[in-house]
C-alpha cells in the first residue's frame, strides 16, 4: 500500500514540477508561442 501512494506522490510532483518548468517557459517572450504553451 506504501508502494501505491509512494507511486501516487511521485506522480503528482512530476506533474507539478512539469507545469511550474511549462509555465516558467512560457512566460519567457521568446517562446511564448512555443508547441509546450
Known amino acids: ?3 501505491y501512494y509512494g507511486a ?3 506522480a503528482a510532483l512530476w ?3 512539469n507545469t511550474l518548468i511549462r509555465r516558467a517557459i512560457c512566460i519567457q517572450p521568446y517562446v511564448e508561442h512555443s508547441s509546450m504553451c
Request: zero cysteines; proline letters at 0%; hydrophobic letters at 55%.
Open 8 to 10: 501516487l506522490t511521485v
Open 1 to 3: 500500500l506504501m508502494e
Open 15 to 17: 506533474g507539478i514540477t
